[in-house]
């Protein structure tokens, strides 16, 4: 079967690659030329476990990239639009790239004549009833052919995570359709039972339910997340208290579960804070107000100042200091540094005439595309450490993990250690140097 992916970023890059991995033809489409050029060597443009390998085997053979949408319109029966939707400065989705994408492709299909019913799958995360309202008439504005009778155009979400997205492309939590025609609905549940087999869970809903269910599940995560940031600031004061064992427990309630408990320096990276600005944005538009959502975004925007706050209460001043960051993506496994709170805490030592040293296994080429000659980039951990008055770790990447105490101790100036993403075991540092984790009442 040939199928269509237009937009080869990180959603894009890994549904082809699994999809052309299980033996489909995959016609990839960017605009991007450089990022095209890279993946035609067979390399993938961002950090993501196993992508290269998939890519070595499956380009040029059932993967192949190039800018022709017009030829990827015309050979594919199915069509994933996986571009961009970034935020614009008022917090609205940015849809420039959806609508173009969309724009050119009813623009290809009013020169095809072989009378097939081709499908556009919108894949990126959009605010609810862009489809129906900005979508559709855009497209019929374009192309003499009839929605829904010559062509359809449905919702799937993407709910892959970067990090592991090739995994979690090839065993889906759940595949969401969102389409209100009949065909449409058959074709593409047809796709995915044969491309997973029966297991795969369906749900088969309206467009707006589709779009909705996308925000509304980044939204939930992300109050999870801004819950336990403020449980975890509320520890900090309390003596004794450690958020690590609040999460522990309340997350063996069947009710409750226990991922995204995690206390930290907040949430970051290209979905959650978009998604929740665009959801919040949305919401207002109608008339309508979520105070709970607009609070997991305070929360969100405060915690990296709640990190500021720590390393000053250790260093009193932070002019001239010497501070290593461990970790800059916004999570591990990742180069991605989009909306890291690394780059919000950089800024604002910097402000402070900090010196910055910083250290990621991935991250360093991007960071150094926003502060140049800024800060200094350390290859190794021990070059990060070496003579530094405080060390904040930022990232949970696992190489930091395996870190031991004595290292700090002997490497840094004043071995003071801020562990904003509890990778540590509190007690194995606490006689041996000045350690304070998030979350953890002193
Ligand atoms: P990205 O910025 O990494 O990639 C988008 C790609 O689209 C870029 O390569 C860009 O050059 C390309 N593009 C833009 N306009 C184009 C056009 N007219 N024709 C062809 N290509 C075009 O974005 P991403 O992280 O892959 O996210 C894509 C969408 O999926 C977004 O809506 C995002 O919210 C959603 N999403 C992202 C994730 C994630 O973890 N990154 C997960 C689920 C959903």
């Known amino acids: 079967m040939n199928i269509g992916v237009v937009g080869l970023g990180f959603v894009g890059l890994s549904v082809s690659c699994v999809f052309a991995n299980k033996g489909l033809n995959i016609h990839g489409v960017d605009i991007d030329e450089q990022k095209m050029s890279i993946i035609n060597q067979k390399k993938s443009p961002f950090f993501e476990p196993e992508i290269n390998e998939i890519l070595d085997k499956v380009l040029n053979k059932s993967l192949n990239v190039n800018s022709n949408l017009e030829k990827c319109v015309k ?66 504005q374009n192309t003499s052919k009839q929605i829904g009778v010559d062509f359809d155009i449905c919702s799937n979400p993407e709910f892959l995570k970067e990090g592991s997205a090739i995994n979690d492309m090839l065993n889906p939590h759940l595949v969401v359709i969102g389409t209100n025609n009949e065909k449409t609905k058959y074709k593409i549940n047809n796709f995915y039972t044969k491309l997973y087999s029966d297991s795969v869970n369906i749900m088969n809903t309206t467009i707006v339910n589709a779009e909705l269910i996308k925000y509304t599940n980044n939204s939930f995560l992300a109050t999870k997340i801004s819950f336990i940031n403020n449980i975890a600031n509320i520890c900090n004061k309390i003596p004794g208290a450690d958020v690590e064992i609040i999460a522990e427990a309340i997350g063996m309630d069947p009710r409750i579960g226990k991922m995204f408990l995690k206390a930290g320096p907040g949430y970051g990276g290209s979905c959650f804070p978009k998604d929740v600005v665009g959801f919040l944005n949305f919401i207002k538009l109608q008339g309508f107000s979520m105070p709970i959502l607009e609070s997991t975004h305070k929360i969100n925007q405060n915690q990296p100042l709640e990190i500021i706050k720590m390393i000053k209460s250790k260093l009193s001043d932070i002019d001239g200091k010497n501070i290593s960051i461990l970790g800059l993506s916004f999570k591990k496994n990742t180069d991605d540094i989009r909306e890291a709170v690394s780059i919000k805490i950089v800024n604002k030592l910097l402000e402070q005439n900090a010196k910055i040293k910083v250290n990621d296994p991935m991250a360093i080429p991007n960071f150094k595309q926003i502060f140049n000659e800024k800060i200094d980039y350390c290859d190794s951990i021990e070059d990060c450490l070496k003579d530094s008055d405080c060390c904040v770790i930022l990232t949970e990447w696992d190489n930091f993990k395996n870190i031991q105490p004595e290292m700090f101790v002997k490497l840094m100036k004043n071995p003071i250690i801020i562990d904003a993403r509890r990778i540590f075991d509190v007690n194995k540092f606490k006689d041996i140097a000045d350690f304070t984790a998030l979350g953890y009442g002193k």
């Open 75 to 140: 050979e594919s029966e199915i069509i994933f639009v996986c571009v961009g939707t970034p935020s614009n400065s008022d917090g609205s989705s940015n849809l420039n790239y959806l609508k173009n994408t969309c724009k050119d492709i009813s623009k290809f299909l009013n020169k095809i004549q072989d009378g097939k019913f081709r499908i556009i799958v919108i894949k990126s995360t959009i605010p609810p009833q862009t489809i129906e309202t900005e979508i559709m008439p855009l497209m019929k």
